[in-house]
């Protein structure tokens, strides 16, 4: 049971336009969101997290949406850079438990 | 900013040999450690939580006998993979939880992986 699904495998993207990154959970029980970056045979970086009782946030080029109703949450890039090519995962957890990752997807920014 | 190491970053085995990976949170303390495993173009599989002091709790599916585990102080969780084979061959991550004040609002630092290959 995938209770957390990034349905889009791969997103490619000019350099300065908006990348977003979509991601949907199933378990109404997740309080905390967080999205990571990860480069090929190297650990995922944390990038930007959400709680559930608010429904942005937003650090430097990173924003995160959360649509609790709809059970939704995003990842926009604003400018996209040749840099911030890599795997996005979304992730969620519940009291800080354990992390439920999403299958993750490849973001390609063209120059 | 919170850093993890993992040690060592690769690691290549005889078939039946026993393989240790460190995991090791350089400036903070952590009481709770996970590891994950990734298989290629795969997401992060959660293989077991560790709390220092205590056994660690192995997900569905992981065998506790092959996948040993021990967080024996605040800084340093070990994995160790025993009578390694083939099919063991991965790409092993741990991650290190820092507990805020407020629950909520905690993270995960994940250590840069170990690259293991059974021959």
């Known amino acids: 049971d995938q209770q957390v699904k990034q349905n889009s495998p791969s997103l490619s993207v000019q350099e300065g336009r908006i990348s977003i990154l979509n991601c949907d959970y199933t378990?109404?029980?997740?309080?905390?969101f967080l999205w990571y970056k990860k480069y090929p045979a190297e650990g995922p970086t944390f990038l930007i997290s959400i709680s559930s009782i608010k429904d942005k946030n937003e650090d430097g080029r990173f924003t995160v949406f959360l649509n609790k109703s709809a059970k939704h949450l995003s990842l926009h890039i604003v400018p996209s850079q040749p840099g911030d090519s890599a795997v996005y995962f979304c992730a969620a957890t519940r009291y800080g438990n354990k992390l439920v990752f999403g299958a993750g997807t490849i973001l390609r920014v063209k120059s | 900013g919170a850093v993890v190491s993992q040690h060592p970053s690769r690691v290549i085995c005889k078939s039946g040999t026993s393989v240790k990976i460190e995991c090791r949170s350089l400036?903070?303390?952590?009481?709770?450690m996970f590891w994950y495993r990734q298989f290629p173009k795969q997401s992060l599989m959660l293989m077991a939580t560790s709390n220092e002091g205590s056994k660690a709790t192995y997900e569905q599916g992981v065998e506790k006998d092959k996948f040993l585990i021990n967080h024996a102080s605040l800084t340093l969780s070990t994995l160790t993979v025993t009578s390694a084979h083939p099919e063991d061959s991965s790409f092993y991550i741990c991650?290190?939880?820092?507990?805020?004040?407020?629950?909520?609002?905690?993270?995960?630092?994940f250590g840069p992986g170990t690259r293991l290959t059974v021959l």
């Open positions: 378990n109404s029980m997740f309080d905390y």
């Open positions: 991650s290190a939880r820092i507990l805020h004040r407020d629950r909520m609002a905690n993270e995960q630092f």
């Open positions: 400036d903070f303390q952590a009481t709770t």
